[in-house]
């Protein structure tokens, strides 16, 4: 026998049910033929899902395996069959995002907003956030984008700039470079780098391009996204990494500037024109706004950098040439 969604469905409305009878009337089996399905799935599966007992049934330890992949399966099976424009609630917006400051700001800040209802999705690609935007799966997104890798016109898709910010470096706090105030991309040619994964929007092409512009191809030893998983690499001295101006430094790392800001980074907010985050399009962009500034002045990286006179050539550009 092959396992079947309706086999994983049905093994979970067992253990949801926490006894054989309770699960054969509500999945409209009798007890035996329940029972005798059971049998056939835990053979398939080559191992017992269920402990039976006198209270009832719970799942073995490979039960316990088994059922956090079928839950995974269901779930992500309803979410691309699900017909989101139709039949979710219309007063809740559901928030997709690039996991910055914008995004964790503004759905702190609409906590604070009693009547708002909402629901999270991070998301890694910017792109898949369109996507799921244009879908209608997302009624708005934090997403991020580079200079000359904009984010592209959706029909039916409203995109505001939030902010730009340059793109700093962190290294270990004894590195030998660290004491400077700005450092030029060109001083880091020796370095071994870790840069986050490709996220289909422009990153890290533009990074690669800034360090041909400045005179070397950058020697890439990791890839990871996860902010504390860089931090211990940092610190422990082996590598250093491109970062967002906002991100904290954390112990034995420090995070510098680098001079001429060769890298940029767009914040832009974006909503479905047809979704319920269209009526609130203007309190949804001052939010975001504000924690984007926030997570500025909470920086002292960067929010020494924005009082330097460095800071003037990224005010002085309108939003769509930042």
């Known amino acids: 026998m092959r396992i079947e969604l309706r086999h994983l469905r049905l093994l979970c409305a067992i253990a949801d049910a926490g006894s054989l009878s309770q ?41 316990l395996f088994v059922l956090s992949r079928a839950r995974s399966v269901l779930v992500t099976l309803d979410d691309l069959t699900a017909v989101n424009a139709e039949a979710h609630n219309a007063s809740l917006i559901r928030i997709g995002g690039y996991t910055t400051p914008v995004l964790t700001g503004l759905v702190q800040r609409l906590y604070e907003h009693q009547d708002i209802e909402i629901s999270v999705h991070a998301e890694y690609s910017p792109r898949l956030l369109l996507d799921l935007l244009k879908s209608r799966r997302l009624d708005l997104v934090a997403t991020v984008d580079y200079p000359l890798y904009r984010t592209p016109a959706v029909p039916d898709v409203t995109a505001r700039f939030i902010a730009t910010e340059p793109i700093f470096v962190i290294m270990p706090s004894d590195h030998r470079l660290a004491d400077r105030r700005e450092i030029s991309l060109a001083d880091l040619a020796d370095e071994d780098w870790l840069v986050s994964p490709p ?18 191809a950058p020697r890439i030893r990791h890839m990871m996204s996860e902010r504390d998983a860089i931090r211990s690499l940092v610190a422990k001295g082996r590598v250093i990494a491109p970062c967002q101006a906002t991100m904290p430094s954390g112990p034995g790392c420090v995070v510098r500037p680098l001079e001429g800001s060769p890298l940029r980074i767009r914040h832009v907010l974006a909503w479905h024109d047809k979704g319920p985050a269209s009526d609130q399009a203007g309190l949804l962009t001052d939010l975001a706004m504000a924690a984007h500034r926030q997570a500025s002045a909470a920086s002292p990286a960067f929010a020494a950098w924005l009082a330097g006179p460095a800071a003037g050539n990224l005010r002085g550009c309108p939003p769509d040439s930042q």
């Open 23 to 63: 699960a054969a009337a509500t999945a409209g089996f009798s007890q035996p033929a329940l029972t005798a399905q059971l049998h056939r799935i835990e053979a398939a599966l080559n191992g017992q899902v269920f402990h039976r007992g006198r209270r009832g049934v719970t799942p073995t330890e490979f039960g």
């Open 199 to 216: 996220d289909g929007a422009g990153w890290p092409e533009v990074f690669y391009s800034a360090c041909l512009d400045a005179g070397f």
